[in-house]
Every structure is written in structure tokens, then in C-alpha cells.
């Protein structure tokens, strides 16, 4: 299996990933980071799949329908060509966002007498127990979940234990966690499908997009947009665990959760889209935290409903991806330290209070935690952490993190001018002494470079944020020499890696995608716009066939490692995007 032939489909409540070969290969019920229903991706053998596809057992040819969340599937073979259609309903309905744990397929004949093969076989999460099926006139019944498990269909029930049959006019399968369908399903699912297409299409219509590039940053719209959790206003990473960063590297991490830092990122890709109501619900998600969290001693992740009962297990008897585990279950980073999360707090909140759009946002509440966030970020500033990436080695005091907290004082200097002027002079202050501390312990003029920890002498590619936070003037030569040598010494075969230092589990192996993205706005912002367009255009071509990107790219085979898709990585690209193309200005 290939995360190269995934497709993904989802509402914002759910999501799932369905093969080229027309199965559900990694499905989590009811949310993303509950159990999962079907997990053949970490267990081809006996982790379960929902699979509608041809009889053959030929793969299809998938594509998204135009500007949506909506997955095709074409299948070919001697006998004709059928379509199956995927999706997870969403829509705006009785003045509110419709989004029913509910997987829509849709199979129907294109050409000829086509041959199709259904099977609907869940597991009861990580045991991987088979659940009783309790057959109804026209639907069957799974017995063992927390909430009733319906596959609805107008397919003969006799056809769904994985048997070939002829599909001679348009079908429907409706599998339902919770609600059951309750009216007819043909006229449902076509009423479903036409007012899901309609709703990402006017959120497709709705997005700011550059002159170039446009395609990539659609798609990554639309699948970042996948990764929030509306219920709460989370942002998760990713939508799977496990998959390893490399093979054989044993990299294998649980991402299906929200982590505060990457909240941050994602709120300003969606800000270059001109959508915001994604940050307005992050922020009630983080007032939730705050909330219950007086000292701010905030953990880097949390699920998506704000609790950290986050414990790191490994599944022994599931085989992992490609048969490559160990499959993990929670995620140890979030008893990490990792001070940089309350600057990108602070960054996040910083706009309701600097952009006059946002002023029926702004609360007492909202202020004071984002003034305990940047108090907090310089009253750390320089003490060791697990850093970025999440070190498992010794903890040293981390450059980035300590930029991070420049930025809280910065960002919160230019909010209490406006809103909190007897206060605007001690976050200016700490600023600047917190910028001076970074120059005098990070840069060093003997290398010719700021370094990834106070006094050290090792490169990571998050120094490039450097550039973008304008830590210093863009022109100023350290900036530039910086990122040069992060690209000289980071880079392989045109991709950038994190760094080049044993984090407990060895030396990374493969490029980190999101990297390459900060070199392009890194070079863009520098001056070098020639090199960051040429650059984007390179590494697009390593994107999969549906424009969905992954956490890891090996550079020596072309494969897509890591959890899939990414929500950093579509983030970078969206980002990278905006930084290399020329503006609409210059090409109207």
C-alpha cells in the first residue's frame, strides 16, 4: 500500500482514507482520534475495510470532483467501467452546518455490464474484534460499538459478503455511526451529494488564491479544512498514526490530535485564504485550556476535546504499516516542555486585536490570557526544552523556542499600544532584551550562522522562521547567511531535512516536507524570488496524484512517508505558495 494512492474524504467531524482499489483503509468513529472502524492501513491482513470496487480487484483511477471533498473512483475492466463516488456530507442546513457521522458510496455503472464486489467488514478499534452483523430488510446491523453501527444499502444484502455481481443501474451504501437513515436512500443520497458539492464549492469560491500554483493551494484548502474539529474549534495534525517517517526507522508517531503549534500555523494559512471562523472557534478551544489551566502550563497536544489523557501505548498485535510498526496509541510529546507554544499562542490571538475586521471578537477574556501567554513566554525564555521536534535526548535551550517568545513580547508590545498603552513599554522592553539575548548566544560569527541552541554549533530548519517572524530586517546579513547555510547543509537532492543530530532515535533519514516550504518563503522574503518560484515548482511534482501531501519524503525512491496527509505540510505549501507567486497585481 502506497500513501501515494489514497484519497481522503471527510466533514469535519470524521474522516476516512479510501484506497485506488475502492476500500476504507482508515476510518476512526466517531472522531478522529477515537478507535478505528476500519484500519487495514496499519494491518492488511486483519485490521478491517469497507471495500466497494471492481470485481477484478483492479485498482481505479481517483480524482476529486472539481473544487470539492467529494472522491471518484473509476474502475475498468473486460466487462465495463463503473464509478464510485465517496463522501461525507456537509452542508449549511436550518442556518447551521450539517455534519452527520455518516459515509455516503455510491456505486453506478459507466459503460457495459460492469462486475462490483462489497464488503463491510469493521472491527470493534484496537481489539479487532469482528462485531456481530445483525441483518435487517435492507440493512445490516453491527453489534459491539458504543453507539449503533448501521450500513444501509439498496444493494441485496446477499451481495455484501464480498461476492461478485453485476451492476446494472445507480446504488447506494450508507454506513452510520449514531443516527440511522430514516427516509428513502436514493433521493437522500442524491440530495446529500448535490448539497455537499454546492458547499465546498462556495468555500472554494470564498478562498483567496495566488496567480500561481492555484490547483495545489485549492486542494490544500480543502484538505486543511478536513483537519478541524468543529464541535470543539481543534486543529488536529494529521488524520492517522503510525505510518513511519521512514522505512524501518521505527518513527512511528500517534498525530491524530491537536497540537497547539500547529493550530497556530494552520490559523494563518487560513488567514491567506481569507477564512477566519477557524480561528474564532480555535480560540474558544483555547480559552477552554486557559480555562481550566490558571498557570498555563499548557501541554504541546490535546485532544480534540481538550483533554491530555495522552499516555503512549504500543498495539502489539497490529503489524503496522507495510507490515513497518510499531502502531502507537497516544503520544508522549504531550508531557513535553516545549516554551515555543506560548508564543504561537500569542501570535495566534495577536490579530483580533490588530485587525479591525475582528473587533466583535474581542473580550476582556480573550486579552487577558493573551497577555498571561506573552508574560509566560518571557518569563521562560532560554530555559531548555524538548524543542520543536520534539526531542527524546537531553533538553538545551532551543533557538527557536526562544524566538517564539520574542514574538509573544513583539506581538503583545503592538496589541497593548492599542489596547493596554501602560503596558506597551515593558512588552517592548522585554522584546528587545529577549533579541539581543538570541544575538548574543545563537549567532556565531565563527560559523557564520545562528545556531539551533544557545552556544551550539548544529543547524535546524526551523531557524529559517527567523526570516519570517522578522526577527531581524530581511536584508541583514546574517538573515541571509543563516538560511544559506541551512540550505547548504540540510538540503538533499533539492528537499530539506530537520537537522542533522541524533533526537534519541538516530539521525533523520528522509526530508521533512514542510521544510522545503519554509526555504521558499525563507528565499522569497530574502530577495530570491527567482529561486523560490523555481524551488515550488520543483517540489510540487512530488505532491500524489490528488494533491494530498504527506509528513516525509524519502528523496532517494520518491515515496511519501509519515502521517497522511499532513495538515503542516498543506500549511506549508499554502504558505509557500503565497510567498513565491508574483502578485494579482502584476499579472492583471
Same mark, same amino acid.
Given at each position: 500500500m502506497r500513501l501515494e494512492d489514497l484519497g481522503l474524504v471527510g466533514n469535519c467531524q470524521f474522516s476516512a482514507l479510501i484506497e485506488r482499489?475502492?476500500? $476504507?483503509?482508515?476510518?476512526?468513529? /466517531?472522531?478522529?482520534?477515537?478507535? /478505528?472502524?476500519?484500519?487495514?492501513?496499519?494491518?492488511?491482513?486483519?485490521?478491517?475495510?469497507?471495500? $466497494?470496487?471492481?470485481?477484478?480487484?483492479? /485498482?481505479? %483511477?481517483? =480524482?476529486? $470532483?472539481?473544487? %470539492?471533498?467529494?472522491?471518484?473512483?473509476?474502475?475498468?475492466?473486460?466487462?465495463?467501467?463503473l464509478r464510485v463516488v465517496d463522501m461525507a456530507p456537509r452542508f449549511e442546513q436550518h442556518g447551521r452546518v450539517f455534519r452527520p457521522t455518516m459515509l455516503v458510496r455510491i456505486v453506478e455503472p459507466i459503460e457495459g455490464t460492469p462486475r462490483a464486489r462489497v464488503l463491510c467488514d469493521p472491527r470493534l478499534g484496537w481489539t479487532k474484534a469482528r462485531p456481530v452483523q445483525l441483518p435487517g430488510s435492507n440493512h445490516v446491523r453491527f453489534e459491539g460499538f458504543q453507539s449503533p453501527v448501521r450500513l444501509t444499502t439498496d444493494i441485496p444484502l446477499s451481495y455484501l459478503g464480498g461476492q461478485t455481481f453485476t451492476v446494472t443501474e445507480r446504488r447506494h451504501l450508507v454506513l452510520t455511526w449514531g443516527a440511522t437513515v430514516e427516509e428513502p436512500l436514493a433521493p437522500m443520497c442524491d440530495r446529500y451529494l448535490d448539497e455537499t458539492v454546492r458547499y465546498w464549492r462556495r468555500f472554494v469560491k470564498q478562498s483567496n488564491v495566488p496567480p500561481s500554483f492555484q490547483k495545489e493551494v485549492i486542494r490544500s484548502a480543502l484538505a486543511l479544512k478536513l483537519h478541524c474539529f468543529e464541535d470543539t474549534g481543534a486543529i488536529i495534525a494529521a488524520m492517522t498514526t503510525s505510518i513511519p517517517e521512514g522505512p524501518g526507522t521505527g518513527r512511528t508517531w500517534d498525530y491524530r490530535y491537536c497540537w497547539l503549534r500547529d493550530a497556530f500555523y494552520a490559523l494563518g494559512a487560513f488567514g491567506l485564504l481569507g477564512h477566519f471562523e477557524e480561528r474564532e472557534s480555535f480560540v474558544s478551544y483555547l480559552l477552554n485550556l486557559a480555562g481550566g489551566n490558571p498557570s498555563l502550563d499548557l501541554a504541546p497536544l490535546y485532544r480534540v476535546d481538550g483533554t491530555s489523557d495522552l499516555e503512549e501505548r504500543t498495539m502489539a498485535e497490529w503489524r503496522g504499516f507495510e507490515g513497518d510498526g510499531p502502531v502507537r496509541v497516544g503520544n508522549n510529546a504531550a508531557l513535553h516542555r516545549q516554551i515555543d507554544i506560548f508564543g504561537e499562542m500569542v501570535l495566534a490571538l495577536a490579530p483580533v486585536f490588530l485587525d479591525e475586521r475582528f473587533r466583535d471578537e474581542q473580550s476582556v477574556a480573550t486579552l487577558d490570557l493573551l497577555e498571561r501567554l506573552a508574560r509566560k513566554a518571557i518569563s521562560v525564555v532560554g530555559t531548555p526544552d524538548a524543542s520543536i521536534w520534539e526531542y527524546r535526548t537531553e533538553w538545551q535551550p532551543q533557538t527557536f523556542s526562544s524566538l517564539m517568545c520574542w514574538a509573544a513580547a513583539d506581538r503583545m508590545a503592538a496589541v497593548a499600544s492599542r489596547h493596554l498603552p501602560s503596558h506597551a513599554e515593558e512588552f517592548r522592553d522585554a522584546a528587545t532584551r529577549i533579541r539581543d539575548e538570541i544575538v548574543r548566544k545563537a549567532w556565531s560569527p565563527e560559523l557564520g550562522f545562528f545556531a539551533a541552541t544557545y552556544g551550539g554549533a548544529n543547524l535546524d530548519a526551523s531557524l529559517l522562521q527567523m526570516v519570517m517572524l522578522r526577527f531581524l530586517p530581511s536584508h541583514d546579513l546574517r538573515m541571509r547567511a543563516t538560511v544559506d547555510a541551512v540550505a547548504r547543509t540540510l538540503g538533499r537532492n533539492g528537499w530539506l531535512m530537520r537537522y542533522l543530530t541524533d533526537d534519541g532515535f538516530g539521525v533523520p533519514s528522509v526530508a521533512f516536507v514542510i521544510c522545503t516550504f519554509w526555504l521558499i518563503e525563507a528565499l522569497a522574503m530574502t530577495?530570491?524570488?527567482?529561486?523560490?518560484?523555481?524551488?515550488?515548482? =520543483?517540489?510540487?511534482?512530488?505532491?500524489? /496524484?490528488?494533491?494530498?501531501?504527506?509528513?516525509?519524503?524519502?528523496?532517494? %525512491?520518491?515515496?511519501?512517508?509519515?502521517?497522511?496527509p499532513q495538515a503542516y505540510s498543506h500549511i506549508g505549501l499554502i504558505r509557500a505558495a503565497f510567498a513565491a507567486s508574483p502578485d494579482w497585481s502584476d499579472v492583471l
Open positions: 482499489s475502492g476500500s $476504507v483503509v482508515w476510518c476512526c468513529l /466517531p472522531r478522529f482520534d477515537s478507535d /478505528p472502524i476500519f484500519g487495514r492501513l496499519l494491518d492488511a491482513d486483519n485490521g478491517g475495510q469497507f471495500l $466497494v470496487g471492481s470485481a477484478s480487484g483492479e /485498482p481505479g %483511477t481517483q =480524482r476529486y $470532483v472539481e473544487n %470539492t471533498n467529494v472522491l471518484e473512483t473509476v474502475f475498468s475492466d473486460a466487462d465495463g467501467r530577495g530570491r524570488s527567482d529561486e523560490a518560484y523555481e524551488t515550488m515548482q =520543483r517540489v510540487l511534482e512530488a505532491l500524489s /496524484p490528488l494533491g494530498l501531501v504527506s509528513e516525509d519524503y524519502d528523496t532517494s %525512491t520518491g515515496r511519501s512517508w509519515g502521517n497522511f
